[in-house]
């Protein structure tokens, strides 16, 4: 068994292969359009709250208005975000990372320096 401290891992040379590479782009092929479309809707929400008061302040029911309404589903959103994320994550991102993960452990554990 080898001493931990002297297992190697070349990251660099670790960005170029393929396999990494493909993780990289389907992490970013989620996460940019969904922060993207995120961002838009909460700067829409507050670009409404500044400059349309009559429209956020419109009654839906009783005293709950329209403003109320978008602002909780600002958290129903980020929560519908995460749980989504999370789910692609362990179906999609997961298993090649545990690959690439297991492999570099095998490759360290028969390489010292």
Do not use: C
């Amino acid at each position: 068994m080898t001493d931990p401290a002297t297992q190697r891992v070349d990251f660099l040379a670790e960005e170029d292969d393929p396999a990494f590479k493909a993780l990289k782009r389907k992490r970013f092929s989620v996460v940019i359009p969904l922060s993207i479309a995120f961002l838009a809707w909460y700067f829409l929400y507050v670009i409404l709250s500044t400059y349309a008061h009559d429209f956020m302040s419109t009654k839906v029911a009783g005293e709950i208005n329209v403003g109320l309404v978008l602002g909780l589903l600002q958290f129903v959103s980020t929560f519908a975000i995460t749980m989504f994320y999370v789910s692609f994550a362990n179906k999609k991102l997961d298993p090649p990372a545990s690959q690439i993960r297991e492999r570099l452990q095998r490759e360290s554990e028969g390489h010292t320096s």
